[in-house]
């Protein structure tokens, strides 16, 4: 595993630790019946996409280094919570983020701004489990695994029959959520996106680059369990 995978591998499992730890400290009351069932929530975030990668321009010259881009979004989720003992259930979780982000990528010094690049990334899909651990009867914690879709677009200086328009990549995430008697709740989550890596060769000269783009979010949910 790559050194900076390792890291957020580390950061998400002591994540993860610290929210069971919680769990199992905390009183419980039997609540995952009152968690559990069809659920269906807005959803809005702070998203933060960023791009690794080395580019090779005409002149040879070869770059490294990082871009991003901050955006906010906005989306909908659909699931279903079922419930496997007093205080833990399993989700099924459907999320659709239609915002998206463009990122500009610079040729090099060596090239002329016609051979600049723009990617816009949006049209987020994402299916994943949630095992879920209820700490009081009306709230829970969670942990979040998953596969992730999202749409491409490409402009400028770019041979277009050998890019993708669309990557996919893993999620993973933690949150919280909390349900009134009338079934509305309110869902917190943190998580990151890792996409495949993409390998993008320049229409008008002999550059080329390899990226391996990334969406680190934060996101807060209206629903309503039915």
């Given amino acids: 595993i790559k050194g900076r995978n390792m890291t957020k591998l580390k950061a998400f499992l002591t994540g993860v630790c610290a929210i069971l730890v919680g769990a199992v400290t905390t009183p419980l009351m039997a609540g995952s019946g009152n968690i559990a069932g069809p659920y269906i929530a807005v959803q809005m975030s702070a998203n933060g996409a960023v791009v690794n990668g080395t580019a090779t321009n005409s002149n040879s010259e070869v770059t490294n280094g990082t871009l991003g881009k901050v955006y906010a979004g906005a989306g909908v989720q659909l699931g279903y919570a079922f419930p496997v003992s007093d205080t833990v259930l399993i989700g099924i979780d459907l999320t659709y983020n239609p915002a998206s982000g463009m990122i500009s990528l610079d040729s090099g010094a060596g090239d002329s701004g016609s051979d600049d690049i723009t990617?816009?990334?949006?049209?987020?899909?994402?299916?994943?489990?949630?095992?879920?651990?209820?700490?009081?009867?009306?709230?829970?914690?969670?942990?979040?695994?998953?596969?992730?879709?999202?749409?491409?677009?490409?402009?400028g200086n770019v041979e277009d029959t050998s890019l993708n328009s669309s990557m996919r990549g893993?999620?993973?995430?933690?949150?919280?959520?909390?349900?009134?008697?009338?079934?509305?709740?309110?869902?917190?989550?943190?998580?990151?996106?890792?996409?495949?890596?993409?390998?993008?060769?320049?229409?008008?000269?002999?550059?080329?680059?390899?990226?391996?783009?990334?969406?680190?979010?934060?996101?807060?949910?209206?629903?309503?369990?039915?």
């Fill in 119 to 155: 990617l816009d990334v949006g049209g987020v899909k994402t299916v994943s489990i949630m095992p879920m651990f209820s700490i009081t009867d009306s709230s829970a914690v969670y942990i979040k695994a998953g596969l992730t879709h999202a749409a491409l677009e490409w402009t």
């Fill in 170 to 226: 893993e999620i993973l995430a933690i949150g919280t959520r909390a349900v009134t008697d009338s079934g509305a709740f309110i869902q917190t989550e943190f998580g990151v996106n890792n996409f495949d890596s993409m390998n993008v060769d320049i229409k008008n000269s002999t550059g080329s680059a390899t990226a391996n783009p990334e969406n680190v979010y934060g996101a807060v949910s209206l629903g309503f369990r039915f």
